[in-house]
């Protein structure tokens, strides 16, 4: 929780048959991250772009599984990138701090200041003249859906997001812990707070992204959460939905845990590709 993990970069997507060309950008609030931008084969001007922003202990190509303790799913970032270049879309995929490649800077507070890296992200893309500034999406995934949530309403206008399995960190944390460290485990939670107090981080206890989702104006948001997630409710994302704005409410996804759940962004390529070629 408080410095994350590495996960290897052990693919790219040359291997994929794509052009992509190493980035670098600044966070907002000033954190170096690194990433790859795959340019669309459209040259007629510039075009969308849909930007990754990837889940707690992950990297830019999503989640590689049997590297945590406890049970994952890989959870593929290729298939769907694939897609949205083939359909004239540019991508970006990036590493959150503490994660991947980019700066270090603890604790992960996922999504409370992540935020500020998803905002970096669009004002990078902004930059690029490939990049029509007025059509930039996001899909977001677990930490990476409340970083989009967080960090929209102060880089608008972001047009469209697809939000994968936002949670609520005192709930799904509370969960988390009582499943996968027994009765002990929401005691061991305890502590948590003070600790991201002395560091002067947000307290997670007050992280919600249906505040935000309020604030979300004009963005068309698609959430997407697993039916058989045991860690993050689906009621939070019901509530996350009812808040914002301008949505297409929620996907369920049949899973049967909540890797599963984060597996639509592989599993259902047509609909995520779909859903910004109507959108974007």
């Not at 992204?209 to 959460?225: C, F, N, S």
Request: aromatic fraction near 10%; glycine fraction near 10%.
């Amino acid at each position: 929780m408080i410095v994350g993990r590495r996960a290897r970069l052990n693919r790219h997507p040359g291997e994929y048959g794509m052009v992509y060309e190493n980035v670098c950008f600044e966070s907002t609030d000033g954190v170096r991250l690194r990433g790859w931008f795959v340019p669309s084969e459209d040259n007629s001007g510039p075009g969308p772009v849909v930007a990754f922003v990837h889940g707690w202990l992950w990297n830019r190509l999503g989640n590689e599984a049997g590297h945590v303790p406890f049970v994952d799913r890989d959870v593929d970032f290729m298939p769907a990138t694939r897609a949205l270049h083939d359909a004239g879309f540019h991508v970006l995929l990036f590493d959150l701090r503490n994660h991947g490649q980019s700066q270090a800077k603890p604790p992960i507070t996922y999504g409370l200041k992540e935020q500020h890296d998803f905002r970096g992200a669009v004002a990078y893309l902004r930059k690029r003249k490939e990049v029509d500034g007025e059509r930039i999406g996001a899909v977001g995934t677990s930490m990476g859906g409340n970083s989009v949530i967080y960090g929209t309403p102060h880089c608008q206008p972001v047009k469209a997001l697809l939000a994968v399995q936002p949670a609520r960190v005192a709930h799904f944390n509370k969960n988390f812990a009582r499943l996968e460290l027994g009765a002990i485990g929401p005691s061991l939670l305890k502590p948590v707070d003070p600790m991201y107090k002395l560091m002067r981080a947000p307290m997670l206890k007050d992280h919600n992204p249906a505040i935000p989702a309020r604030d979300l104006g004009d963005t068309l948001v698609q959430y997407v959460q697993g039916t058989g997630d045991p860690w993050g409710p689906m009621e939070d994302v019901d509530a996350m939905a009812a808040a914002t704005p301008n949505t297409l409410g929620v996907v369920r996804y049949p899973s049967a845990g909540r890797y599963e759940g984060y597996r639509y962004v592989n599993e259902a390529v047509d609909d995520v590709t779909g859903f910004f070629k109507e959108h974007l």
